[in-house]
């Protein structure tokens, strides 16, 4: 079974689809995490033909999906942290409109889906990587909200921004990934559309459950 779900920033994908992972025994893939590993390498390495080079980079996943390494010419690098830092999100949506960086990440992304069951989040799953899948789910919420559940991931760290700073970055990148050209951030016609303004990430995800059991209930 595959299942596709996209959304802006802070929509509730990652900690939705992992809960799903856990209760229906799928394999999570965070391609958000791919394209945040990619920045990290161009700005570690050099953008210099950055394409070319990620073609031969292995993206790790372990612990379903919750940990991701990097891994070239037999030197890894764990990259799990160094990816959530503000730097990187600020960076991430520039090479993420590259469509040479998209048509290469996608195809390792299509590629872990092949005879998985999968349950894969981004913003162009939907549409561009996994158009077939069997469950196809577009969350959005309103900016504010977004931003006040990124600011509480922040909470009692030393290098918190501030809410002001988090709702500015999360408005940038939502326009960014929505206006490029290359796969951009919309909701497929045939994905489910769920506003969860409002909505606690455990009513998103039994409302999730119900259309996974339904699919393997032959409905
Ligand atoms: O976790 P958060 O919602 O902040 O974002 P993410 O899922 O980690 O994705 C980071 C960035 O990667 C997005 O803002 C997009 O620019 C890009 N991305 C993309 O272009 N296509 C995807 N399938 C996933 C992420």
Known sequence: MQIAIDGPAGSGKSTVCKMLANRYGLT?????????????????????????????????????GRRLALSKDGETWDVTAAIRTPAISGAVSRVAANPRVRAVLTEKQRKYAEGNDVIMEGRDI????????????????????????????????????????????????????????????????????????????EQVAEHIGRMIEAERGGN
């Not at 893939?29 to 990290?40: F, Q």
């Not at 469950?135 to 009692?156: P, S």
């Open 28 to 64: 999570y893939l965070d391609t958000g995490a791919m394209y945040r590993a990619a920045t990290w390498f161009s700005l570690k390495f050099t953008d210099e033909d950055l394409p070319r080079r990620l073609e031969a980079v292995d993206f790790i996943f372990s612990e379903n």
């Open 126 to 201: 939907t549409t561009v990587v996994l158009p077939g899948a069997d469950i196809k789910v577009f969350l959005t919420a309103t900016a504010e909200e977004r931003a006040k559940r990124r600011f509480a991931e922040w909470e009692g760290k030393p290098e918190a921004p501030s809410y002001e700073e988090v709702l500015e970055s999360i408005k940038r990148r939502d326009e960014a990934d929505s206006s490029r050209p290359c796969s951009p951030l919309k909701r497929a016609d045939d994905a489910a559309l769920l506003d969860t303004t409002g909505l606690t990430l």
